[in-house]
């Protein structure tokens, strides 16, 4: 168990590229996985939504400042950097240009609570704001787009919300209910395996979405070093910001690392298959782009803050599973 957990886990920046690099090389042989794409994230949250307890996000709710600083703070500063990097990087293509802004429009992945624990940040804030973005995430997603990405392609709201509904909120409350009624003891005899099969879930995604992308990434090659870039520049921005303004309202060291992953590691594989969807396969790129660099750039500021302890009492810590299945990269 341990094996498989680290060759399709811990490995998981690397099959990333390597989905990528086979998706863009043989598109005929796993385009047939691009109809699925939205089932594979929907199987990825509903996973993920198997493991939340009212022990984790509990405590949170104790502090709503803390909560609604961590949250406004997400839904301000990210869509932000998008809109600017679309207007100022993607005017002359309206596809990539949406594409960005939908991807910053989307909710906190649950790699960020991984990254918060590992770096000695606020679990239980983590927990809660990722909950909390998801709930709304089917309201604030199309309505961020719609407002924002309408001058690049059209954007339907309603299409938008009942998508959010059928990818997110859905698994999420089969989820949180399957686990009402089976029993957390009976999940939590299968719930190691969940990790792997959010992975392979996400294998799958990407190979179906750059398979799907391909002919436009064909005629556009010169765009994806220039997609890295300005990609890498928006995570970091989001980290450091976020991180800067936590801070800036006097909050605990331990609540501005866990804000501070909360807003720069987002669902990036929700943002590729709405984009995929609604605008086009090459519309998908930053996001699948974001997923791969949130992972490197997120576990990389991780073990760096993991050396350095939080020398500020915050709140109480809860254990927070290593295994915990990504949500998007994220």
Known sequence: METARFLINKMMPFWLVVCGIAGYAVPHVFIRLAPYTIYDLAGVILLMSLTLTPAEIGPVFTRPKTLIAGFLIKWITVPLAAIVAARLVYAGQPQLAAGTILDGATPAGVTS???TFLAHGAVPLAIGLTFVHTLLSPILTPAVTALFA???VHVS????????LVIVLLPLALGVGARTIIGARRIARVQPVFPMLSALLLYCL????VAAAAPAIAKNLEWVPIIAVTTSVICVVNLGLAYALARGLKLA???ARAIMFDVGIYNSGLGAVLASVNFGAFAALP???NALLNMIIGSMLASYLGSRPVPEPSLQPVRLDQSAPPLGAE
Not at 157 to 164: G, N, T, V
């Open 287 to 289: 996001a699948l782009m």
């Open 150 to 152: 309408h001058k690049y």
């Open 113 to 115: 609570n991984l990254f």
């Open 157 to 164: 709201f309603m299409a938008l919300f009942h998508q959010m």
């Open 253 to 255: 060291e331990a609540e």
């Open 206 to 209: 990407a190979l179906g979405l």
